[in-house]
């Protein structure tokens, strides 16, 4: 009986198992917090062992190889950020936090596309951020209702209070990185042919997506409200229909009025340009003076290191009375800035070698333009591999959607 019971649990379709389960896991637990995230990661990498033969492995990942070498060489930038600086500390942190860049992928690429359905994954992170909204909400509520005159407080939901960082700080989390999770979702359930028959009842699923539609204009994100709406636009002329530009035309008016209504939102977008078409963006001046003192130092080609760029930020915020930047020690939130800073010419190129062969491999096809238009304007407001949430929306999304997408299909039993 032992015998047999042993048999079960090592046959291969129990390891399947526990890798859907694992995986629908991670997925759900992305926008939650980072340390039960990571947890689940190994659980996702450990099923995988034992469902794969190495031999197999390594078959599927050769069918993937160009995937897998531009994301080598990415993570490469992070070792060469290391050898360059002087504050060798930071760097190693800096490996440290980017290693998932190589693990999460060299878990996918080593699958078939009929190992994930990509349905079930979306349906459980919609799951998974729905329950952090819940706890946010909750965490709210509380405190409306604990304060001595809750009526009063209920009117500063709309406000800065439970806006931006406080709407998601029970999570531990960044507004714009939740942003951008929910904009995967949002546009999924929009797009996808797997949710045709869910769209088919209209009030069915705008209720649906109202919460999640709601809690990105608490988020404040300028960065995600524009993905948003720049990925509707493309999906218009990607196809242009009468019934499309109606919805658009909808989303724009509907953002409109909740910006005035949660005026944080709308303070924050009309920072950005002034009504002489002149960029006021607070992070645009500060983008000049980290380019400038950059260049002051003649590291093009090889950059400063990856430990050494926040000194170099906070020389640059100090020199322009950036105080505020200086104080919080921004990062240059630009991740196209960030690697010309860090790795010189040659980690700006390696990053837009990995855009490109996304890109090439995908044909932008399915969820793969959404999710390109969202990291390519993403980088150009935040340093993605700065948080380890970034890091791991980019691991994950990146490898699955040119293993799903890609014209070659992996066969291998």
Known sequence: MIKGIKSYWNSKSIWRILFEISTYLFVATLPLWDKLNTLLLWLF????????????????????????????ALYFLFIMGWLFSTEAKDALRDMERTLTVLLIPLILLSHKREDFN??????????????????????????IL???????????????????WNAVAPLEGHPSYFAVMLVIFIVGLIRMPEFVNLRRNKFKVTLLLAPFFLFLIETSSRIGVICLVVIAIVTIFKKLEIKRIFYVIGLLIALA????????????????????????????????????????????????????????????????????????????????????????????????????????????????????????????????FGLSKGVFIFAFFYPLFILLYSKRTVNVN
């Open 45 to 72: 990498v450990a099923s995988s062992i034992f469902l794969l033969k190495p031999n197999v492995r390594l078959e599927n990942i050769k069918q993937n190889r160009t995937a897998f070498f531009g994301l080598f």
């Open 118 to 143: 990509l349905k079930k994954m979306y349906v459980a992170f919609g799951v998974g951020l729905f329950t952090a909204m819940v706890i946010c909400w909750a965490v709210i509520i509380e405190s």
């Open 146 to 164: 604990t304060n001595a005159t809750p009526w009063v407080q209920a009117g500063y939901f709309f406000k800065w209070v439970y806006n931006g």
């Open 257 to 384: 009025i909740l910006s005035v209504k949660f005026d944080f939102l709308g303070s924050k977008m009309s920072q950005i340009v002034d009504s002489k078409g002149n960029i006021t963006l607070d992070r645009y001046d500060r983008w000049g003076a980290i380019l400038s003192d950059f260049s002051e130092r003649d590291n093009w080609i090889f950059g400063v290191g990856t430990g050494d760029s926040q000194s170099l930020y906070n020389i640059a915020y100090s020199k322009n009375g950036f105080m505020i930047a200086l104080k919080d020690h921004y990062n240059a939130h630009n991740q196209y800035l960030e690697f010309l800073v860090s790795n010189g010419l040659i980690g700006l190129l390696v990053y837009l070698c990995v855009l490109f062969i996304f890109f090439r491999k995908t044909k932008l096809k399915g969820e793969a333009l959404s999710f390109f238009i969202i990291i390519v304007l993403f980088s150009g407001s935040e340093t993605i």
